[in-house]
T-cell receptor
Framework: AQTVTQSQPEMSVQEAETVTLSCTYD???????LFWYKQPPSRQMILVIR??????QNATENRFSVNFQKAAKSFSLKISDSQLGDAAMYFC???????????FGAGTRLTVKP | SAVISQKPSRDICQRGTSLTIQCQVD?????MFWYRQQPGQSLTLIAT?????????ESGFVIDKFPISRPNLTFSTLTVSNMSPEDSSIYLC??????????FGPGTRLTVL
């Protein structure tokens, strides 16, 4: 079974600084997708970024980028120029390529200090 | 992307009663899912809602406790039956195209007394 591990229950960052959230996963599949979702206090889960395992290039979305290390099964999220609105729970998620079964990590609570 | 709404947003219920949660998507989607998120925890998949047929349940979840309907491509319901305080949780609906990212509703916060 695939598992997703987020080893940082909580992280904090100063506004305008950069923070990296860690995620590792375990799978025997070669093709799969990885996601980072953000869940603010409003509870709405928002897709932040997505990475296809077959792509070597790391995905980026404005201030959000990932460091995807396929051999190490690592998928970290970097948030640059942190903003107060970035404060939320961040969940890393894995889904096999030909399967809709998405697995989530335990989450990392990010606090942004003004 | 898809916009997903859920009703009710929250409810407080008595032990032994049932609550039906509705999920509406603004566009036709292939897949719809129901998750449970206990306080401070991650998401656990309850079941995949299949249009016109019985839902596919994950281990530890059964149809008698969590009956699910999906009469069309944009609507699904989850019923939490014979509730106990252990059922207090956030219930999230998600939807998307097959083999693609999922978009989530705002969740329903359920408290069982």
């Amino acid at each position: 079974a695939q598992t997703v591990t987020q080893s940082q229950p909580e992280m904090s960052v100063q506004e305008a600084e950069t923070v990296t959230l860690s995620c590792t996963y375990d799978t025997s599949e070669s093709d799969y997708y990885l996601f980072w979702y953000k869940q603010p206090p409003s509870r709405q889960m928002i897709l932040v970024i997505r990475q296809e395992a077959y792509k070597q290039q790391n995905a980026t979305e404005n201030r959000f980028s990932v460091n995807f290390q396929k051999a190490a099964k690592s998928f970290s999220l970097k948030i640059s120029d942190s903003q107060l609105g970035d404060a939320a729970m961040y969940f890393c998620a894995y889904r096999p390529y030909n399967n809709n079964d998405m697995r989530f990590g335990a989450g990392t609570r990010l606090t942004v200090k003004p | 992307s898809a916009v997903i709404s859920q009703k009710p947003s929250r409810d407080i219920c008595q032990r032994g009663t049932s609550l039906t949660i509705q999920c509406q998507v603004d566009s036709q989607v292939t897949m719809m899912f129901w998750y449970r998120q206990q306080p401070g925890q991650s998401l656990t998949l309850i079941a995949t809602a299949n249009q016109g047929s019985e839902a596919t349940y994950e281990s530890g979840f059964v149809i008698d406790k969590f009956p699910i309907s999906r009469p069309n491509l944009t609507f699904s319901t989850l019923t939490v039956s014979n509730m106990s305080p252990e059922d207090s949780s956030i219930y999230l609906c998600s939807a998307g195209l097959a083999y693609n990212e999922q978009f989530f509703g705002p969740g329903t916060r359920l408290t069982v007394l």
